[in-house]
């Protein structure tokens, strides 16, 4: 059985990391064949505690940024799998199995991502993540310039390093660039069922403000090749 490493990246993740870790405990995939790695990104609350208390490998990341805190956790990963997940997502029972079950039915494939879902916020909110930001990630697949979130994807370790891993100059959109790379130099599936249930508090930021940066982002990063800008801290 193919062995698979867990990477999430948390700076001051206290109130969300212990939903997380308790889905990641909860897998149908025997325990013995992956592991948690949860990379404490210079947190200065009860993350470090949290992960200790679910059992998960903590790695220590004193420059903060997520692009690093990423880069850190593949680092240390010893699975030939490499998953990614946020501390404020919940995935379901099956998410390592799926992802298992995905790689070993198409050997041909590098990487691999599904769906983000808000379970919560309004209703507009939840409805835009469910059908038109999942069906523009189906779509960049279909098209080959696949763009994956960084919540919900999985790479084979010797494609993500025959790319060089994460950009750790950007200081946001580590993600999507990490996909539009391993694009060029291997197949990448979607499967639109290995959904995944992160926290809306994005939202707070404002459904205009975020759908523009969101756009701004996209054209930066994939016509311009400049770095993203970067999010407001929401916690």
């Known amino acids: 059985m193919m ?4 990477v999430i990246p948390a700076f001051n993740e206290e109130k969300y990391l212990g939903a997380c870790l308790y889905a990641l ?26 992960a200790w208390r679910y059992g998960a490998r903590v790695v220590w990341e004193p420059r903060r940024g997520i692009p690093r805190a990423r880069q850190a956790g593949f680092q240390a990963a010893r699975g030939e799998i490499i998953a990614s997940t946020d501390a404020d997502t919940v995935v379901p029972p099956d998410w390592i199995e799926r992802i298992v079950t995905n790689f070993q039915a198409h050997p041909e494939w590098g990487g691999l ?13 939840r409805l835009i993540m469910r059908y038109p930001v999942t069906w523009m990630l189906a779509l960049s697949n279909r098209l080959g310039r696949s763009y994956w ?22 200081e946001c959109g580590e993600d999507g660039d990490l996909s539009l790379r391993m ?26 403000p975020l759908l523009r940066r969101a756009l701004v982002n996209r054209y930066r990063t994939m016509i311009l090749q400049q770095t993203p800008l970067l999010p407001p801290a929401i916690r």
């Open 3 to 6: 062995f698979v490493s867990v």
């Open 25 to 50: 405990r909860r897998q149908t995939y025997p325990a013995n064949h992956y592991e948690v790695i949860v990379v404490n990104n210079a947190s200065i609350d009860a993350t470090a505690t949290i």
């Open 113 to 125: 991502y599904g769906p983000v879902y808000w379970p919560e916020g309004r209703l507009h909110e």
């Open 149 to 170: 979130i960084g919540s919900n994807f999985a790479v084979r370790r010797d494609p993500f390093w025959q790319v060089g891993g994460f950009n750790e100059a950007w």
């Open 183 to 208: 694009s060029r130099i291997t197949r990448i599936g979607f499967d639109p069922k290995l959904a995944v249930y992160s926290s809306n508090r994005r939202a707070r930021e404002g459904a205009w």
